[in-house]
C-alpha cells in the first residue's frame, strides 16, 4: 500500500525532460504499437483453444455414439447369429440319421433294389469282361428291410422316403380286421397270417 | 499472517506448485494402488455388483469320422429345463385376483406337454410333486434332454417360470454302424466305452468363457466384454469304411440268427497297411439308446473276447515247417485216424481213416490234427514257440481299442507232452480275433507282419495331424514260405468239401478254417459246441484283403461249415467295395497225397 500511495503522491512528469532528438518520435509509436500486437494473438489462441476444446469434446461425443450405436448393432447381429444357430441346429437334428447306410439301404430295398453278388469289369484295354458276368437274380445278399439288424434310435421312428408307412425295423405288419357284428360272435375265425398259433411258454 | 516471504509472489507460487504437486501425488499413488496394485480385486469386484454376465463357451467334442470322413460320432446341444413351481402358484393367484393378464397354468401345461411329449398330466404333477415336498420351491426339472425344436417352442411360449440351460450330447447318425468300435458317452458327457473313451485326449474340448458387463436393457457395455475362446477338440479319423461296416453288421446279424448262434463277427484287415476296415459284430450297440443293449453287449467282442482258435493255427504251424524245417507243399507223412506219438501224446482226427501217405497240403485240405502234429516235429517246440510269437499271437495289436485283449501263449518249455503235439492244431492256446487276422495277413503279405490299426489319426483343432505309434513291420516268413502258403491255402479253399460254399465267381480265394473247443469252466471243454472260424485272403496270386469269420456256437451246423455262407459274401463285398480286378491266372492244383 504504501509503495502505490507513495507512487501516487509522486507527481508524474507530463513531458519528458530530455531535449528532443531526431529519433525520439518513433520510439513513442513503438511503444504504442507493441501492446497492439501482443492483444490480438491472445484472443485468436483464445478463440482456436475454445473450438478445439469443443471440437474434441464433439468429435469425443460422436464416437462415443458410434460405439454406443455400434454395441447396440453387435447386439442386434448376436441376437440373429443366436436365432439362426438355433435354425442349424434345428436343421441338423431333423436330418440326423437320413444319411446312415441302414436308411439308405432299407429305402432302396423297399423300391425292390438287390445288392448284387459278384461284380462284373470292363478292361478297357482289350475290351475283355472281368467276372462272372451273372444277372442279379433278384435276391439281395442280405434283406435290408425284412430283417433290418443294425439299429439307429434316431430314425427309428422316421419313415422311408420311398414307402412312406415303413421304417428301418421294416414293412408295417398288416393288420387284418374282423369286424364284430352287433356285439355277437362273428362266425368265420380270424385268417391265420402267421402260422398256428403257439401258446407262449417260459 | 502476512509476512515478508508471502507478499513475495515467487514464493508464493513455489507454495501453490508444492500444494498441487503433494495432491497431485496423492492423485497417482492412489491411481496406481486402484488401478494396479488390487486391479484384480476390484474388477472382479465391479464384476459382482455392476450388471455382470458371464457365459461358459461350450468348445464342441472333436468328432469320429470313417475312412472317408463320414461322420460316425458328432457333437450336438440339447436342453434341460426347469420349472419355478412358486413362481407358477404366484402368478395363478394373480391372474385369479384380476392382476395379471396371464394365461393359468392348466392352460400353459397343455402346451407343454404337446411339445415336450408328455401327458399334461405329467407335467402338472411334476409342479405338484415339487410344491408338496417344498411349499416355496423354485426348482423342479421339466425335462432333460430336450432338442433345439423343442426348446424354442417352449421359450416361445414367453413364461418367466421356464427356462432351459445348454447341454453338450452326442449323435451317432448312423446308429450302430460301428457302434462297437466307437463306443459312448455318459449322459454327463464323460466318454464310458470305446473309442470316445481311449481317445479322448484328440476328442476333449476345452470350454472357454465370456465375462461382460451389459446395462439395463441387456446390452453389453462396450469395452467390459473378455473373451477366453473355447477350443474344440480334435477330429479322430478311423480306418473303417462304413458302408461295408453297415453290409457286414447286417450280414453277420443275418448268419448269427440262421446259424443259431450267440454271437457273431467278421473282421477285414488291409494286407499291405494293416488297416482294419470293417470289425463287425452281432449283437452290438446302438450308441444313440445304449440302455436298449445288455450290458454284455455294449463293447467289442471282436477286441475283448479270445477264443482257442483250433484248426486255423495249423497254417501257421505249416509255415514254420517250410520256413525253418525244410518242408514244402509236396512233403508227406502217414497218418492214420488217430496216432499215439512217443512221448505218449495222442491225436486223434475228427474222422476216421486208415492211414494215409498225406502231403502238407492234403493235411490242410482235411484239417488232419495227427498230420500237422507229425510235420511239427520236424522243427523243435521252442522254433515252434517262436515262431508263434512273431506272427504276433499272445502280444495284442496296437489298435488302441481300450482294454484290449491279447492270445495266451505258454513258453515252449512249459509245454507238456500233450500241449507240445496240440500246439501245432490250435489247442492249448488262445487268440484274438485282430491277432488272427494280422498273422494271415502276414502269410498272404509276403512273410511280413504289418501292426494292426483301428485309428488312421487325429486332427487336432489348430490343423495339427497326430497319428498314432505303430509297431514297425517285421519279417516272420520268407518271401518263397509266403508263396507256399498262399498255394496252399488257396487248395484248401479249392479242394475243401465246402469248397462250393466259399467259391466267389472270377476270383482266387485262400484260406482255411477252425473248429475251436470251448472250455466249460472246470477244466473241460463243452461237448457238442464249438467257436468257429474261418479266415481267408483274396486274391490268393495277389492278397489284398484278409477276412475273419467267427462264430461263437453255432447250433444249426455246428462245426465251421456254418461260417461258409458268411465268409463269402463278407469277402465278394470287401472285394466289390475296394475294386479288386477280377483274378485272370488260373490256380494250380496241388496232390492231397503223396
Known amino acids: ?202 | 499472517m502476512t509476512t515478508r516471504s508471502t507478499r513475495s509472489p515467487r514464493r508464493r507460487t513455489v507454495v501453490a506448485l508444492a500444494v498441487v504437486l503433494a495432491v497431485l501425488a496423492g492423485f497417482i499413488v492412489r491411481l496406481i494402488d486402484i488401478q494396479v496394485v488390487n486391479a484384480d480385486e476390484h474388477v472382479s469386484d465391479s464384476l459382482d455388483h455392476a450388471f455382470a454376465g458371464s457365459q461358459t463357451l461350450y468348445g464342441a467334442r472333436g468328432s469320429i469320422v470313417d475312412e472317408n470322413r463320414q461322420t460316425l460320432a458328432g457333437s450336438i446341444l440339447l436342453y434341460d429345463c426347469q420349472l419355478d413351481p412358486l413362481l407358477i402358484t404366484q402368478i395363478d393367484e394373480d391372474v385369479l385376483a384380476g392382476k395379471s393378464s396371464a394365461r393359468l397354468w392348466a392352460a400353459v401345461s397343455e402346451d407343454v406337454a404337446a411339445i415336450t411329449g408328455q401327458t399334461p398330466e405329467d407335467v402338472r404333477s411334476i409342479v405338484e410333486a415339487a410344491l408338496a415336498e417344498n411349499p416355496d420351491s423354485r426348482f423342479a426339472y421339466l425335462k432333460k434332454r430336450v432338442t433345439t425344436e423343442q426348446f424354442r417352442a417352449l421359450v416361445d411360449l414367453n413364461t418367466p417360470y421356464i427356462v432351459c440351460l445348454q447341454h453338450p450330447a452326442r449323435a451317432y447318425p448312423d446308429g450302430a454302424v460301428a457302434g462297437n468300435l466307437v463306443g459312448f458317452v455318459g449322459s454327463d458327457g464323460a466318454p464310458l466305452e470305446g473309442l470316445e473313451q481311449s481317445q479322448d485326449s484328440c476328442l476333449a474340448a476345452t470350454d472357454g468363457k465370456r465375462v461382460y458387463q451389459k446395462g439395463k436393457d441387456g446390452v453389453v457395455i462396450p469395452g467390459t466384454e473378455r473373451v477366453e475362446p473355447a477350443t474344440g477338440g480334435g477330429t479322430l479319423q478311423l480306418t473303417i469304411n462304413r458302408d461295408l461296416q453297415w453290409y457286414l453288421q447286417q450280414l453277420i446279424a443275418e448268419q448269427t440268427q440262421n446259424m443259431g448262434a450267440q454271437s457273431g463277427a467278421i473282421l477285414v484287415y488291409e494286407v499291405e497297411t494293416g488297416k482294419v476296415r470293417a470289425a463287425a459284430e452281432y449283437p452290438t450297440v446302438d450308441p444313440n439308446d445304449v440302455a436298449a443293449t445288455e450290458v454284455a453287449d455294449r463293447a467289442s467282442r471282436i477286441f475283448r473276447n479270445q477264443f482257442e482258435p483250433g484248426s486255423t493255427f495249423k497254417a501257421l504251424t505249416a509255415a514254420t515247417v517250410i520256413d525253418a524245417g525244410g518242408q514244402t507243399p509236396h512233403s508227406t507223412v502217414v497218418v492214420s485216424g488217430s496216432e499215439t506219438f512217443p512221448n505218449g501224446a495222442r491225436v486223434r482226427d475228427s474222422f476216421q481213416h486208415p492211414a494215409y501217405e498225406y502231403t502238407l497240403t492234403g493235411v490242410l485240405i482235411d484239417s488232419s490234427n495227427a498230420g500237422i502234429s507229425k510235420f511239427s516235429e520236424t522243427v523243435s517246440p521252442q522254433t515252434r514257440y517262436d515262431y508263434l510269437r512273431a506272427f504276433g499271437i499272445g502280444s495284442g495289436t496296437d489298435s488302441s481299442y481300450p482294454s484290449e485283449a491279447s492270445g495266451l501263449l505258454y513258453p515252449a518249455n512249459e509245454w507238456g507232452a500233450q500241449t507240445t503235439y496240440n500246439t501245432s492244431f490250435g489247442q492249448a492256446l488262445t487268440t484274438t480275433m485282430p491277432e488272427l487276422a494280422r498273422a494271415y495277413g502276414a502269410i498272404a503279405n509276403d512273410g511280413m507282419l504289418m501292426p494292426l490299426s483301428i485309428v488312421e489319426s487325429c486332427t487336432l483343432a489348430d490343423g495339427t495331424v497326430i497319428e498314432p505309434e505303430r509297431a514297425e513291420p517285421t519279417r516272420v516268413i520268407s518271401e518263397s514260405t509266403s508263396a507256399q502258403m498262399r498255394q496252399m491255402l488257396e487248395n484248401v479253399f479249392l479242394q475243401a468239401p465246402y469248397a462250393k460254399n466259399v467259391e466267389i465267381p472270377g476270383y482266387r480265394v485262400a484260406g482255411k478254417t477252425g473248429t475251436g473247443e470251448k472250455s466249460d469252466g472246470n477244466g473241460g471243454y463243452k461237448s457238442g459246441v464249438y467257436y468257429t472260424t474261418m479266415v481267408g485272403f483274396a486274391p490268393a496270386d495277389d492278397p489284398e484283403y484278409v477276412v475273419v469269420v467267427t462264430l461263437d456256437e453255432p447250433t444249426k451246423v455246428t462245426s465251421s461249415a456254418a461260417n461258409a455262407p458268411a465268409f463269402q459274401k463278407a469277402m465278394t463285398q470287401v472285394l466289390k467295395t475296394y475294386r479288386v480286378m477280377p483274378s485272370t491266372t488260373a490256380p494250380e492244383l496241388l496232390p492231397k497225397f503223396g
Do not use: C, W
Open chain 1, 1 to 202: 500500500m504504501s509503495t502505490i500511495a507513495n507512487a501516487l503522491a509522486t507527481p508524474t512528469p507530463s513531458v519528458a525532460p530530455i531535449p528532443a532528438r531526431s529519433g525520439a518520435p518513433d520510439r513513442r509509436l513503438r511503444l504504442v504499437e507493441t501492446p497492439a500486437r501482443r492483444r490480438r494473438p491472445k484472443l485468436l489462441y483464445g478463440i482456436v483453444a475454445v473450438l478445439g476444446a469443443f471440437l474434441i469434446a464433439g468429435a469425443q461425443m460422436v464416437l462415443s455414439i458410434m460405439t454406443t450405436q455400434g454395441s447396440y448393432e453387435l447386439a442386434e447381429l448376436t441376437q440373429e447369429q443366436r436365432a439362426l444357430t438355433y435354425q442349424k441346429q434345428i436343421l441338423y437334428d431333423d436330418v440326423a440319421g437320413l444319411s446312415s447306410p441302414q436308411y439308405l439301404a432299407a429305402n432302396a430295398a423297399a423300391l425292390g433294389m438287390v445288392i448284387d453278388e459278384s461284380p462284373s469289369y470292363l478292361r478297357l484295354s482289350d475290351g475283355a469282361i472281368l467276372g462272372a458276368s451273372q444277372v442279379a437274380l433278384g435276391s439281395s445278399s442280405v434283406d435290408a428291410i425284412g430283417r433290418g439288424a443294425v439299429p439307429n434310435a434316431l430314425i427309428a421312428d422316421t419313415p422311408l422316403v420311398t414307402v412312406p408307412d415303413a421304417t428301418i425295423d421294416g414293412l408295417p405288419v398288416e393288420v387284418v380286421e374282423t369286424p364284430a357284428v352287433d356285439g355277437g360272435v362273428s362266425n368265420t375265425p380270424p385268417p391265420l397270417t402267421d402260422g398256428l398259433p403257439t401258446p407262449s411258454t417260459h
